[in-house]
């Protein structure tokens, strides 16, 4: 007993000084489909999908995807990914649906709403002039300061209304992935943009400047949910930053991933995901 476990613990030993083993995973039968993964939102859509919005005889195996996810669903290794956002990474996989999982919201603890105003705020050679509490002229709107998160943003405060680009929301090139205020055609409220903020100072920046741009996670560290807080969230499937389920061109047309692409990009996992998403905007009562 001794000698097996002695050989056992070399086998380990001799592992762990070498690379990581790659983790191979096998289908549980031929009608199973095998879909690699990503972590977090990826793994939590997809598990919500399948308990939900599929029927009780579809068969989904869920896989964690390995660095190398793309060459193996070329290879046959596994059937579909869902693990990275539009368009695919690989042109040898196609993208079969999109959902749009970490829509990012813009939130205020000063304005209720995004409702038509006359009120002024920071014009510097006037006082304040404020009607109610919808988002006012002049205010100060912090976006996050990362270049995509910037360009999200952009175009989140266009659905909303609030300025006009040189492009409509939805293209993938590199250019219109990263605009800037140099893209802003109009700005119907006047507004000053602000980038770059930290986590660690959400809270500080949420309550100083009129409005902030957060994803849902960041939200939730300051209490707030899209559907009662927000007062506009990011549009949804269209999105270039959704994530995308791709297969490989031997399952086209198959009616089991056709099944779940439908899934996918259908209003229930949209309102699961985003519940502000299915009545727009929405008012903040902070």
């Given at each position: 007993m001794k000698q097996v476990f002695a050989g056992l613990l070399a086998l380990a030993v001799l592992a762990g000084c070498g690379s990581r083993p790659d983790v191979t995973y096998q289908r549980t039968d031929e009608s199973t489909l095998l879909v690699y993964v990503g972590p977090g939102d990826y793994r939590e859509a997809l598990q919500y999908t399948v308990d939900h919005l599929l029927p009780k005889t579809a068969r989904i195996q869920l896989a964690d995807a390995p660095g190398d996810a793309d060459q193996r669903i070329q290879a046959g290794d596994a059937d579909l990914g869902f693990y990275q956002e539009g368009p695919a990474a690989s042109p040898a996989l196609s993208v079969v649906a999109k959902a749009n999982l970490v829509p990012y919201g813009l939130y205020s603890s000063r304005w209720a709403d995004l409702k038509e105003t006359n009120s002024w705020v920071n014009a510097g050679v006037v006082e304040d002039e404020v009607h109610g509490r919808s988002l006012p002229h002049g205010a100060k709107v912090v976006l996050p300061g990362a270049t995509g998160g910037f360009a999200r943003g952009l175009y989140l405060l266009q659905s909303a209304g609030l300025v006009k680009l040189d492009r409509p929301f939805g293209g993938a090139t590199p250019a219109d992935l990263t605009i800037s205020e140099a893209n802003v055609r109009e700005s119907l409220r006047h507004l000053t943009l602000l980038g770059s903020y930290s986590d660690a100072h959400l809270r500080e920046v949420y309550q100083q400047y009129d409005a902030i741009v957060l994803t849902p996670r960041q939200a939730t560290t300051l209490g707030l949910h899209p559907a009662s807080d927000a007062l506009a969230v990011e549009p949804g499937p269209q999105s270039p930053w959704s994530s995308?389920?791709?297969?490989?061109?031997?399952?086209?047309?198959?009616?089991?991933?056709?099944?779940?692409?439908?899934?996918?990009?259908?209003?229930?996992?949209?309102?699961?995901?985003?519940?502000?998403?299915?009545?727009?905007?929405?008012?903040?009562g902070g």
């Open positions: 995308v389920l791709v297969a490989p061109p031997r399952l086209a047309g198959d009616p089991r991933v056709l099944e779940l692409a439908h899934a996918l990009e259908s209003p229930d996992l949209a309102k699961h995901l985003n519940p502000a998403s299915s009545t727009g905007t929405t008012s903040q």
